[in-house]
């Protein structure tokens, strides 16, 4: 059996630099399952089903990657899937500190380690939620995010209409 890493996330909704980062640890590992927390308490926008049906879609191109979803602890699901390591993507500094407790917290809970990859410069501006502020306000997402998820973020947060 392969090495599989496990990339984690809300995925509220899936972005480029999202994107990025799977690609990049499908070429590290043999397999990647990326985990859609199902129950986070930041009330997502978009409902656990849309989630993943979006990133299905955002990575069908790149071979060696599962979409799945979990709830509870990640590191139970990691432990259930048989998964010993975690991919996080990290931004720069502002990610760091929370990045790093979460990563030594599993690795007390459980022994799980987490690779940290450093964002693609291209996409360090971006998270799901200044996206979904910039498109609730009528700018333009194009090149940031995958065309159809500019299209589900339009029809749910066009500007006026919410
Ligand atoms: O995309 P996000 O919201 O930054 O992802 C955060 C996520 C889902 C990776 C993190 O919140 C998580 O692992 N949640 C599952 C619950 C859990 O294990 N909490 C303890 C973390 S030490």
């Known amino acids: 059996m392969g090495r599989t890493a496990l990339c984690p ?6 972005t480029n630099g999202h994107v990025d980062i799977i690609q990049r640890a499908s070429r590290c590992f043999d397999a990647v399952v990326v985990g859609v927390l199902a129950n986070p308490s930041k009330d997502p926008l978009f409902g656990l089903e849309d989630r993943v049906a979006m990133l299905k879609e955002a990575v069908s191109d790149i071979a060696g990657v599962e979409v799945a979803s979990f709830s509870g602890l990640l590191v139970e699901y990691a432990k259930a899937r048989g998964i010993g390591v975690v991919v996080k993507g990290l931004r720069g500094e502002g990610d760091f500190d929370f990045e790093l407790k979460m990563a030594q917290m599993n690795q007390h809970l459980t ?9 693609n410069p ?9 996206i979904k502020e910039v498109v609730r306000f009528g700018g333009d ?14 029809e749910r947060l066009a500007f006026g209409r919410e």
């Open 122 to 130: 291209q996409w360090s501006f971006i998270s799901s939620s200044l």
């Open 141 to 154: 997402v194009s090149g940031l995010v995958p065309p159809f998820v500019q299209d589900r973020l339009e």
């Open 9 to 14: 996330g809300t995925f509220d909704p899936v």
């Open 111 to 119: 022994g799980v380690e987490t690779f940290f990859l450093p964002t």
